[in-house]
């Protein structure tokens, strides 16, 4: 990933390049205009002589839950600069929607390093539990240093989230917010295979950027399971993948993951949704 992102493939001038999987879908032509009004427009910046050199390449991190404390602890060290405590198995470490207990280990563990952490928030959190979180990780609000990761579910995001939202609002200190549309909207077809549904997921993330939109916030990202590979493991998309598909190319032992077309059409789907809200603005 590294030698990806590093090496050139990365340049935003090779967006038509990214796209070439994606040609022969049905849903190409929906955002072919989109990728070349893209294409277009890096191409007027490079003419107009602006340094590219930052968009060739792209910043790689890695993150992951901060769930078996005995690893996480082992990794936990002194930065002999500054004395202070970083966990080296990854930059950005998250608690899950289990064990984000405000009084639990894995809170009580991440408070204490200087790495972002993350803590995720299901359909049952409160704004009492939300503002005690941000004491625990964040008392000071330091910029950055907190992100709340929503994973409520398709039919209670637009319910649970503005309350969530107006909280942190009025506590003024800051967060960063990041949907995970996908845990929540797990099921099972008759026959026990573990999916999600390709619209359902869009559809949290749609309500994800209407909450946060209402309460002038910014959707700093998404919180996605994907793979380059043409697996069968995500219902729908342009694909229409159906149930009967599902057991082609359903390689995952853990969570279903997007496969490469949908990856892409959920990122064009959300440049539309940040193009709507430039909109909005105006």
């Given at each position: 990933i590294r030698a990806f992102t590093k090496g050139g493939y990365a340049d935003m001038r090779r967006v038509h390049t990214w796209n070439r999987g994606f040609t022969k879908n049905p849903a190409y032509a929906r955002y072919e205009a989109l990728a070349s009004e893209i294409h277009r427009a890096i191409m007027f910046i490079e003419a107009a002589g602006a340094d590219f050199d930052g968009l060739k390449v792209v910043d790689l991190y890695s993150a992951h839950e901060?769930?078996?404390?005995?690893?996480?602890?082992?990794?936990?060290?002194?930065?002999?600069?500054?004395?202070?405590?970083?966990?080296?198995?990854?930059?950005?470490?998250?608690?899950?929607?289990?064990?984000?207990?405000?009084?639990?280990?894995?809170?009580?563990?991440?408070?204490?390093?200087?790495?972002?952490?993350?803590?995720?928030?299901?359909?049952?959190?409160?704004?009492?539990?939300?503002?005690?979180?941000?004491?625990?990780?964040?008392p000071q609000g330091e910029e950055g240093r907190l992100t709340f990761i929503t994973r409520m579910g398709a039919d209670k995001i637009r319910d649970v989230l503005p309350s969530i939202a107006s909280a942190v609002a009025r506590d003024g200190r800051p967060v960063v917010w990041i949907t995970d549309p996908m845990h929540g909207n797990t099921i099972e077809t008759a026959t026990g295979v573990k999916t999600r549904d390709f619209d359902t997921i869009m559809n949290e993330v749609e309500g994800?950027?209407?909450?946060?939109?209402?309460?002038?916030?910014?959707?700093?990202?998404?919180?996605?399971?994907?793979?380059?590979?043409?697996?069968t493991e995500v219902l729908g998309g342009s694909e229409?993948?159906?149930?009967?598909?599902?057991?082609?190319?359903?390689?995952?032992?853990?969570?279903?993951?997007?496969?490469?077309?949908?990856?892409?059409?959920?990122?064009?789907?959300?440049?539309?949704?940040?193009?709507?809200s430039e909109n909005l603005d105006e």
């Open positions: 901060a769930l078996l404390l005995e690893y996480e602890a082992a990794l936990t060290r002194i930065d002999s600069r500054s004395g202070q405590l970083y966990n080296t198995s990854g930059h950005f470490l998250w608690i899950g929607e289990r064990t984000r207990q405000l009084d639990g280990a894995h809170i009580e563990l991440l408070r204490e390093v200087r790495n972002p952490v993350g803590v995720k928030i299901g359909p049952t959190v409160t704004p009492e539990e939300v503002i005690g979180i941000i004491d625990k990780l964040n994800f950027f209407e909450v946060l939109y209402e309460n002038a916030m910014v959707p700093a990202g998404l919180h996605i399971e994907l793979t380059g590979d043409d697996v229409n993948l159906d149930e009967l598909r599902l057991n082609e190319r359903y390689e995952t032992r853990v969570d279903p993951r997007l496969n490469h077309q949908q990856s892409l059409e959920i990122a064009f789907r959300v440049a539309e949704l940040l193009r709507r």
